[in-house]
């Protein structure tokens, strides 16, 4: 009850006015909550809120906090002693920090335009047309993305940095190992079932009419597929991508095993952080800044599309 | 999107008479057409390798040399595994005598994380769904908020949680040790490196489980809440029987994803600072056998069979399950 209520004469007319004035405060809550139960959900959804936000955000409060304390420090205290951000810039010249941010991103984006444009055009096939074998296959990409990463590691670290036969008919030459190809490759590959399904789903729901109003006025076939279907997809190859993207610069699995260490053999942020733990022992504040910074872009993305995200998958992904 | 930029961009005359080549294919060339990049790719990084992963586990190990494989073995690097009997092994995959505590067993150790993982996953993962399909201003930050978890690189969760519990220097360490939850050294201790993964897994892994569960409940025709409304119902029941079975089907898919997941877990046990050889997960044991003091690789492609084949259980029981209480939901 705001302040003018109560001295607006209007407060008044509530009829058991004075009974409340009386009350103890606890007592009152209560009487008014079970009048109007919506209110006393509110305060537990606050309440509930309150307490699960502070679950997720404390451990990036600590980053910060991290961050903040004196280089070697032990005992880090709940609130910084100072706000100190030169370890945000100390970073960028202890280990080329930019570098492996670059290859990280570089590694997502090259994914997600990949994963993009092929998975449409399996998403078309899947979607859309009638073909032989479209249960098989759909139902062999099911199977593949049950199998864990490890399976497929292995001979994959193999064909890259022993050059031991892919399909036992071709060798891959040496110099791709440590290349952007030796990572880019799998994570693909891993990536691509999941945004087959969601773009398979979003383009089987396109009325046929679209298509073929676009196919009598001579657009081709792939003409069809880029500038109709795509298009009027665009909240499914959005939530496809921004899954793609998020999976791959998250990913550590093939980022921390199939490249070297060092920025310039296109080693991952993976590197970049782990880079402060080995050579600056007691550097931890670095990583701590050096984590915060790495996690701006996605943070960037998911502020800027989490409403695509949210509606893609609710649209489609799910539906199956 | 980067897709249509790479095609209206270049579209020069080789584009054009490909686009005319594809006018004159059937529909089911044209399919096939379409699907050969994709197919291209997952054969040579993903059907391939599963296959050559499977045929190399026949094999024996090659400790001398350069880590090639030895000769065939039949399914001697399965018994050993399964029997603990390879002396060359990092940790143990499991131990049918029980000498090794559950933990130290990759496979029941495994088992746990997911149970616990998922378990905790869906529960915090609904409570988020319900925060962030409730209207209310500042819904949009606190979806965000919610979501950024999720979308953390796994390495800096790991270091997250190492800075938390890092012996003299995180915050929670010595609070928990004098409580006597945790040792001095917490990393380095099986159980209480397992309670940490377990709890920075569930950090950021709810988020994706609330994604999923929102998608379940923003499906859920609003009908239904005006037809309960109407006659009365209380919110115990409105979620009793209208927003649970709806989004039960869901909640299983979600469930399914996750606990694939969690089978598979490896980065965060790294990258924590708690290492393999502390928590050995079933991934932890494929890349020791790797790239241990000995590259074992017939026994690290065994584990790796291995791990697809629990992951496989797992599938067939949710399957199953799913099944069953579709008929019971249909009954109720």
């Known amino acids: 009850m705001s302040i003018d209520a109560q001295t607006h004469e209007d407060a008044e007319t509530f009829d058991d006015r004075d009974d409340e004035e009386s009350k103890s405060p606890i007592k009152q809550w209560a009487d008014d909550w079970i009048r109007n139960p919506e209110k006393a959900y509110a305060v537990m959804l606050v309440f509930m809120g309150g307490v699960l936000l502070t679950t997720t955000l404390f451990p990036l409060y600590w980053l910060f906090a991290v961050a903040m304390a004196e280089p070697g420090q032990s005992n880090i205290p709940l609130i910084p002693n100072q706000i100190d951000l030169s370890a945000f810039i100390v970073i960028f010249q202890q280990v080329p920090f930019a570098r492996f941010m670059f290859n990280s991103l570089f590694y997502a984006t090259s994914v997600t335009v990949i994963v993009l444009l092929v998975a449409s055009l399996a998403g078309y096939a899947f979607g859309r047309l009638d073909f032989r074998g479209k249960m098989p296959l759909l139902f062999s990409l099911l199977v593949l993305s049950f199998f864990p990463p490890a399976t497929l590691f292995i001979p994959l670290f193999r064909a890259f940095n022993q050059q031991v036969p892919m399909l036992g008919v071709f060798t891959l030459p040496v110099e791709l190992y440590r290349t952007p190809g030796a990572v880019i490759a799998p994570i693909s590959a891993f990536a691509m079932p999941l945004a087959i399904f969601i773009l398979t789903t979003f383009y089987s729901q396109i009325p046929d009419g679209l298509e073929d109003a676009a196919r009598i006025e001579g657009t081709t076939r792939f003409g069809a597929l880029f500038r109709v279907i795509v298009p009027l997809s665009a909240p499914g190859v959005a939530t496809a991508g921004i899954l793609t993207f998020i999976t791959t610069y998250v990913e550590f699995f093939f980022s921390f095993l199939m490249t070297g260490d060092r920025a310039s053999d296109w080693a991952p942020i993976v590197n970049g952080v782990l880079a402060f733990q080995t050579r600056y022992t007691t550097r931890y504040d670095l990583q701590a800044a050096a984590s915060l910074v790495a996690i701006i872009p996605v943070a960037i993305l998911v502020v800027v599309a989490q409403e695509k995200i949210i509606s893609g998958l609710t649209q489609g992904a799910l539906k199956e | ?332």
């Open chain 2, 1 to 332: 999107m980067a897709t249509e930029q790479g095609h209206t961009g270049e579209s020069g005359g080789l584009i054009a008479r490909a686009g005319t080549w594809t006018e004159n294919l059937s529909e089911q060339a044209y399919a096939y057409l379409l699907l050969t990049p994709g197919f291209l790719i997952l054969l040579l990084m993903a059907f391939w390798p599963l296959g050559s992963a499977f045929r190399m586990s026949f094999f024996a190990d090659q400790v001398v040399g350069t880590g090639r494989l030895g000769g065939f073995a039949g399914l001697e690097n399965y018994v050993r595994l399964l029997t603990d009997t390879n002396a060359l092994a990092p940790a143990t995959f499991l131990d049918p005598s029980f000498q090794v505590p559950l933990l130290e067993q990759a496979l029941f150790m495994t088992l746990l994380f997911a149970i616990l993982s998922v378990v905790g996953e869906t529960i915090l993962g609904f409570l988020y769904a319900m925060l962030m399909k409730a209207e209310y201003r500042g819904r949009r930050a606190v979806r965000v908020l919610i979501i950024i978890p999720w979308a953390i690189p796994i390495v800096i969760q790991g270091m997250i949680f190492f800075l938390m519990f890092r012996p003299g220097y995180g915050l929670l360490t010595d609070p928990l040790q004098s409580i006597g939850l945790f040792s001095s050294l917490p990393l380095n201790t099986t159980f209480d490196g397992f309670v940490i993964v377990t709890v920075a897994d569930v950090w950021k892994t709810s988020a994706f489980m609330a994604l999923l569960i929102l998608a379940g409940l923003e499906s859920v025709n609003q009908d239904l809440y005006n037809v309960a409304d109407v006659m009365g119902a209380s919110r115990w029941q409105r979620f009793r029987y209208i927003t649970f079975p709806l989004v039960f089907p869901v909640l299983m898919v979600a469930m399914l994803f996750r606990t694939m997941g969690a089978l598979r877990v490896y980065g965060i046990i790294e990258s924590t600072g708690v290492g393999c050889t502390t928590v050995p997960s079933m991934t932890c044991l494929v890349t020791q056998f790797m790239f241990g003091s000995s590259a074992l690789y017939g026994s690290a492609a065994a584990a790796s069979v291995l791990i697809a084949v629990v992951v496989g259980l797992f599938i067939s029981v949710y399957l199953v399950f799913i099944k069953m209480s579709n008929q019971d939901l249909d009954l109720a």
